[in-house]
């Protein structure tokens, strides 16, 4: 799918070029801009199918139309091609990524035994997977006061990317970024860009099911995001902020 963005009276700029699994799209072409820092939550005025071109297929083709310009100098150096495994790569300075999300909200406190019920309360949501064990999944966990966990959204995506782009830009649709108080739940590894993602979010805890780079590492506690990985069984590896997890 070509994800475009516009501003008033603007011919739409193409921001990326993504391999997703169909279904919430709007959220996924949102939450990219989003996580991305080229636009915020209150940028939004619509967003439609467009396809000149293949008009049998609108669907492959999706324009954001904001309410003010687009700064074509405040897309980062990348590429744009964005693959179902890797996102969009190649970002030119990870000191870029932790300017650009400076906004995560730590979390002070997750109980272990909430911790390692979660990737059976996932795949319990993982509806699509059930049926073709072949796609990623993210969620959104709200955290209480007392570290509790309670999933609250999920969503299903061929590219863990956009499972958590569809997270976001369903938060920034509704208006409801930042994702203070929120963890975020994967079903694979945790690569850098998806710290990043939610380091822009607002997100102050990451816990996946598989192993996270050391880049993620890196970004995670410079962020200062809780990051665990190896979430599996009655185990799981905690990064950075280790005092969260009690």
């Not at 003010?68 to 190649?90: E, K, N, V, Y």
């Not at 956009?162 to 208006?175: E, F, M, P, Q, S």
């Not at 979010?201 to 996946?208: D, E, F, K, L, N």
């Not at 995670?220 to 069984?233: D, K, N, S, T, V």
């Given at each position: 799918m070509?994800?475009?963005?516009?501003?008033p009276s603007e011919s739409p700029i193409e921001i990326a070029v993504t391999m997703r699994t169909?279904?919430?799209?709007?959220?996924?072409?949102?939450?990219?801009?989003?996580?991305?820092?080229?636009?915020?939550?209150?940028?939004?005025?619509?967003?439609?199918?467009?396809?000149?071109?293949?008009?049998?297929?609108?669907?492959?083709?999706?324009?954001?139309?904001?309410?003010?310009?687009l700064d074509p100098s405040s897309i980062p150096q990348r590429t744009t091609i964005a693959s179902a495994s890797c996102g969009i790569c190649g970002k030119a300075s990870i000191d870029d990524v932790v300017l650009r999300c400076s906004v995560a909200v730590p979390i002070e406190r997750i109980r272990l035994a909430a911790l390692l019920a979660l990737p059976d309360a996932l795949r319990a949501e993982q509806e699509i997977f059930g049926r073709t064990g072949a796609l990623h999944a993210a969620a959104i966990v709200a955290v209480d006061g007392e570290g509790g966990l309670t999933i609250e959204a999920v969503r299903e995506d061929v590219g863990r990317h956009n499972a958590v782009d569809k997270l976001i830009g369903a938060a920034a649709l509704r208006g409801a970024l930042p994702y203070s108080g929120r963890l975020l739940l994967l079903s694979g590894r945790c690569s850098f860009e998806l710290v990043q993602k939610a380091g822009a979010a607002g997100i102050g805890a990451i816990a996946s099911v598989g192993a996270p780079s050391d880049l993620a590492v890196e970004t995670a506690e410079r962020l200062g995001i809780c990051l665990i990985g190896f979430l599996r069984g009655d185990a799981a590896n905690v990064y950075t902020r280790s005092g969260v997890v009690i």
């Amino acid at each position: 799918m070509q994800i475009l963005a516009a501003g008033p009276s603007e011919s739409p700029i193409e921001i990326a070029v993504t391999m997703r699994t169909p279904g919430n799209d709007a959220e996924l072409a949102v939450g990219l801009l989003v996580s991305e820092g080229l636009i915020n939550q209150s940028s939004v005025e619509r967003v439609e199918f467009d396809d000149p071109i293949e008009a049998s297929h609108p669907e492959n083709r999706i324009v954001v139309h904001l309410r003010r310009p687009l700064d074509p100098s405040s897309i980062p150096q990348r590429t744009t091609i964005a693959s179902a495994s890797c996102g969009i790569c190649g970002k030119a300075s990870i000191d870029d990524v932790v300017l650009r999300c400076s906004v995560a909200v730590p979390i002070e406190r997750i109980r272990l035994a909430a911790l390692l019920a979660l990737p059976d309360a996932l795949r319990a949501e993982q509806e699509i997977f059930g049926r073709t064990g072949a796609l990623h999944a993210a969620a959104i966990v709200a955290v209480d006061g007392e570290g509790g966990l309670t999933i609250e959204a999920v969503r299903e995506d061929v590219g863990r990317h956009n499972a958590v782009d569809k997270l976001i830009g369903a938060a920034a649709l509704r208006g409801a970024l930042p994702y203070s108080g929120r963890l975020l739940l994967l079903s694979g590894r945790c690569s850098f860009e998806l710290v990043q993602k939610a380091g822009a979010a607002g997100i102050g805890a990451i816990a996946s099911v598989g192993a996270p780079s050391d880049l993620a590492v890196e970004t995670a506690e410079r962020l200062g995001i809780c990051l665990i990985g190896f979430l599996r069984g009655d185990a799981a590896n905690v990064y950075t902020r280790s005092g969260v997890v009690i």
